[in-house]
């Protein structure tokens, strides 16, 4: 039988079973979200399948230690969820568990009062949002963290490495409309996979913990290669599109390179009169390297 729970901030429905209680659904949920332990001193084990599915309100979501099993598709379409909490025993989790959670930017595992580190649930949402490979977080190992870094890296590598058309399936033509569907269109589909290359490397150049030098510079390499200017711009259009880490962004792009002497009027030019943020980042530059005197004045270009 199914019963209800008010978590204060969503409605848990759930099923009481001999190994514990699985949540089964929530409704009308919003803001920070608590999974309790238990619910009237039965232990919550276990996080069913599409529980939280199409959730759009939750932006953070604590999952309790008495957790041991999390099912596929969980908190798939949680559209505005940004942090997780999940309990290292329940790291199992099945594939496309965050299907359509684009926004998610930390998964924090954890066992009683430790938790992984910044940089680590930062590396873990980027392993299921972008690069789509759940076994970095089954595989996440806090004693050989150095290890699980490098095969972060090497996991990241073979999805940068893939040919751009990977994964496009035309659809046979059935009216005018296919012709212009994006998911019809092989540019849009190269288009797509480079962003997300390219925001796997910026992110990993940010969240640099335990990064090795050579990985330091293919990363470098391919930002560089599709920067304005190049056959492909994608490197620019991130920087300039991206939201919420503008200024670790604007910084790393300085710092790898990609303002130049023969690029900043270029980027510049190219804002028109929108991102002012990024404009002034770019005008200072331009005043302390490039000997720009009236910065105030290029404000208005």
């Not at 514990?20 to 919003?30: F, L, V």
């Not at 930062?122 to 490979?133: K, N, Y």
């Not at 190992?141 to 996991?155: A, G």
């Not at 790393?252 to 190219?270: D, R």
């Amino acid at each position: 039988m199914i019963k209800v729970y008010d978590s204060g901030n969503g409605i848990l429905e759930y099923i009481s079973g001999k190994n514990g209680i699985e949540i089964t659904s929530c409704k009308d949920a919003y803001g920070v979200l608590n999974i309790p332990s238990d619910i009237d001193g039965q232990n919550i084990s276990i996080i069913g399948k599409k529980a939280f599915f199409n959730q759009k309100g939750i932006s953070e979501l604590f999952i309790s230690e008495s957790v041991e099993e999390i099912e596929g598709w969980a908190f798939s379409s949680c559209e505005n969820l940004r942090k997780i909490y999940i309990p290292i025993k329940a790291k199992n989790i099945k594939n496309d568990t965050f299907l359509k959670t684009e926004k998610l930017e930390r998964i924090y595992l954890y066992s009683g009062n430790s938790v992984c580190i910044d940089d680590i649930a930062a590396l873990l949402a980027v392993s299921v949002t972008v690069i789509r490979d759940y076994s970095m977080i089954r595989n996440y190992d806090e004693k050989n963290i150095s290890d699980w870094c490098s095969e972060w890296d090497n996991t990241a590598f073979k999805m940068m490495n893939k040919n751009d058309l990977d994964g496009f399936t035309p659809f046979p033509a059935g009216g005018e409309e296919d012709y212009v569907a994006n998911d019809n269109n092989e540019n849009y589909h190269c288009r797509k996979k480079r962003l997300e290359k390219v925001r796997t490397a910026f992110l990993r150049l940010i969240h640099d913990f335990c990064l090795k030098d050579e990985y330091r510079v293919k990363y470098e390499k391919y930002l560089l290669e599709h920067n304005i200017g190049c056959t492909s711009e994608e490197t620019w259009e991130y920087v300039v599109n991206e939201e919420g880490i503008t200024n670790e962004l604007y910084k790393k792009f300085a710092e790898i390179g990609g303002i130049t002497g023969e690029n900043i009027e270029a980027l510049i030019s190219s804002l028109g009169g929108e991102h002012t943020e990024l404009k002034a980042f770019l005008l200072r530059k331009k005043q302390e390297n490039m000997g720009e005197t009236d910065f105030f004045d290029n404000l208005f270009i």
